[in-house]
C-alpha cells in the first residue's frame, strides 16, 4: 500500500523538525530543550514527567536522544526513575537552570548545614552587595513587595520560609547576573531539604527577621558594604540557630 500525500507531508515535515539540531552538542541543545519544555509545562518537584514517547514527539527526538538526556538528568539529580512507574522531577528547574548537583553526607547533619552555610555566605553576601550596585527601580519595587509580603505572612503566622526565599531570590534578580540566582537556588534548597527534620521549629531564625528590612534599606540606598553587613548579620543568626537546635 502507498502511502497517501498527507503521510508524506507529515513525514516530510518531521524529517525536518529532527535535524535542526547538529549532531555534535545534540544531546547538550535536547537537554536545554527538555528543561524548557519542563519549565513550560509547570512540572514542579514530585511530579511525573512524559512520556519517553511523549518527550520524542514534542522535542522531535528519538528515543535513544531522550534516554542519554534523561540519564544525564539522572546523574545530576535532577530526575528519579521509577520501575513500573515513571521518572520523576527531583527538583524544580527551568529554563535558565544550572544542573549543580550537590551531593552531601547526612550523616552529621548539624556539620552538613554548617558547610553549606559556609558557601552560601560567600555567594549570598556578594550578591546583596551586587543587588545594591546594580538594581533599578523596578528591581527595587519588586523587591519591596516581597519584602512586605514577607513581613505579613511573618506577623501572622511567626513564620515565612517561602515568603523569605521570594524576597531573596528577587534580591538575587536584581544582580542582573543569572548565576547568582541560579547557584544559590540549589544551595538553598540542599539546605533547606533538611527542615522537616530536625528544624520543625517555627522559630527557626525567627531573630533574623527585623535585617530583612534593614537589608532592603541598604540596596535602595545603593549601600553595598551596607549590603554585605545585613546579609551576613541574616546568615550569622541562621548559623547561631543551627548550632543551638541540634546540641
Not at 537552570?97 to 548545614?113: G, I, Q, W, Y
Not at 558547610?115 to 550596585?133: D, K, P, S, Y
Not at 519595587?141 to 515568603?163: F, N, P, Y
Not at 535602595?220 to 547561631?240: F, H, P
Amino acid at each position: 500500500m502507498q502511502p497517501d500525500a498527507t503521510s508524506i507531508e507529515k513525514a516530510k515535515r518531521r524529517s525536518q523538525h529532527l535535524v535542526e539540531l547538529p549532531p555534535l552538542d545534540r544531546v547538550q541543545q535536547v537537554s536545554t530543550a527538555m528543561v524548557g519544555y519542563i519549565d513550560k509545562a509547570g512540572l514542579k518537584r514530585g511530579d511525573r514527567l512524559p512520556t519517553e514517547r511523549e518527550l520524542m514527539n514534542a522535542l522531535g527526538v528519538g528515543r535513544s536522544t531522550v534516554r542519554e538526556v534523561l540519564g544525564r538528568f539522572q546523574a545530576l539529580g535532577v530526575v528519579e526513575t521509577k520501575k513500573g512507574s515513571g521518572t520523576y522531577l527531583l527538583q524544580q528547574i527551568n529554563a535558565s537552570t544550572v544542573h549543580m548537583p550537590l551531593r552531601m553526607e547526612t550523616a552529621n547533619l548539624r556539620d552538613v548545614l554548617l558547610q553549606t552555610l559556609e558557601v552560601r555566605r560567600g555567594i549570598e553576601v556578594e550578591a546583596g552587595a551586587m543587588a545594591a550596585l546594580r538594581r533599578t527601580d523596578d528591581d527595587l519595587k519588586r523587591i519591596e513587595q516581597k519584602l512586605d509580603v514577607m513581613e505579613r505572612v511573618h506577623l501572622a503566622k511567626g513564620t515565612s520560609g517561602k515568603e523569605d526565599l521570594a524576597f531573596h531570590v528577587a534580591i538575587y534578580d536584581a544582580t542582573h547576573n543569572p548565576l547568582f540566582g541560579q547557584i544559590l537556588a540549589q544551595m538553598r534548597e540542599a539546605f533547606e531539604r533538611f527542615w522537616d527534620k530536625p528544624f520543625d521549629r517555627p522559630d527557626f531564625a525567627r531573630r533574623s527577621f527585623p535585617f530583612h528590612r534593614t537589608l532592603f534599606c541598604a540596596i535602595a540606598d545603593q549601600d553595598s558594604a551596607g549590603a554585605r553587613n545585613e546579609t551576613l548579620k541574616i546568615l550569622g543568626i541562621v548559623e547561631e540557630d543551627i548550632k543551638e537546635m541540634s546540641k
